[in-house]
């Protein structure tokens, strides 16, 4: 009972920083909550058009393929009924199939370990380059908060988020279609939790990546096959070891949307917003390194904790 009782009030303070917020995460809270506002059709047309000033002539953000498919994502969610073929959409996207089968992409290249375990480009494809190969690609924050460390874990977390952006609005072929398959291979060489090709945030993108593509029998199996090696690693205090909570919330919240909820990812969330209750600060976010997604993310595992009772 007084783990129900911090997990309401917690909730509550995270709703009371979302549904005044005049953010992305704002409106997709009182969106999901029911509470939308007059105001909010208004808002996401500001909050797009800023979006779009951002962009820069030849349809990138800055250049950046990470900036860029966040922006496209964050411009799915504030124009859900928006066609691809919209100019600043449009531009985006041909920019990030530009980056496709690029030097510098995860897979790029061959040796022995990488064609023995085939991640090399002998066996796989359409993946994204976010920097030419003789550059080091630096760490990485995901909109999550969450941080990707190192190479090769950063090529491929980064890829993931492009092919994310692509799925988002409607994009697919084979290209795409080959990029899914080389995830698929790489989620099943995923043995145990941090035993694998990439760290345990990077693969993590993987999953999230292979929930939002097109089903098929092979996608579904890696998809539950990466989340059930992820529930198994929950410890009993509700974290994960080595990732950032966030982002396995964000997966699992992901998991339930596209129908791939079951007990055991009810009893995790359950788990991690008990310790969400705990963790939050007085005026509902997470820390000094807070971020609108984060307290989206939040809330929406502590509304489900407390939905499902």
């Known amino acids: 009972m007084v783990i129900l009782e911090s ?27 029911r509470r939308s506002r007059p105001a909010d059709a208004g808002l996401a047309i500001a909050l797009a058009g800023e979006l779009k000033a951002a962009q820069s002539q030849d349809g990138s953000w800055g250049g950046n393929l990470l900036r860029s498919a966040q922006a496209l994502l964050r411009l799915r969610d504030l124009e859900p009924g928006a066609a691809a073929a919209a100019s600043a959409v449009s531009r985006g996207l041909s920019w990030l199939r530009g980056r496709q089968g690029a030097p510098g992409r995860y897979g790029d290249g061959c040796d022995p370990s990488a064609h023995g375990v085939g991640v090399c480009h002998h066996f796989l494809a359409g993946f994204f380059a976010p920097c030419p190969p003789e550059d080091t690609l630096a760490a990485i924050r995901l909109d999550c908060g969450a941080p990707v460390e190192g190479e090769p874990d950063t090529r491929a ?153």
């Open 157 to 309: 977390a980064v890829s993931c988020v492009a092919l994310r952006a692509l799925l988002a609005w409607g994009e697919w072929g084979s290209e795409l279609s080959l990029h899914v398959d080389g995830l698929c291979r790489i989620a099943g060489l995923w043995r145990r939790w941090a035993e694998g090709l990439l760290s345990p945030p990077a693969h993590l993108t993987v999953v999230r990546a292979l929930l939002d593509a097109p089903a098929s029998a092979q996608r579904e199996t890696a998809a539950r096959h990466g989340l059930g090696l992820m529930l198994r690693a929950q410890r009993a205090d509700g974290t994960w070891p080595d990732v950032d909570v966030f982002l396995v919330l964000d997966v699992l919240h992901a998991a339930q949307a596209s129908q791939h909820d079951d007990n055991r990812m009810g009893d995790a969330v359950r788990r991690a917003a008990g310790l969400l209750a705990v963790s939050q600060q007085e005026d509902g976010s997470w820390g000094s390194e807070d971020m609108p997604r984060r307290t989206l993310i939040g809330w929406r595992a502590l509304r489900a904790a407390m939905l499902a009772g």
């Open 7 to 33: 997990m309401e009030r917690a909730r509550r303070r995270a709703e009371e920083v979302l549904f005044h917020q005049p953010s992305v995460e704002g409106i997709l809270a009182r969106r999901e909550a």
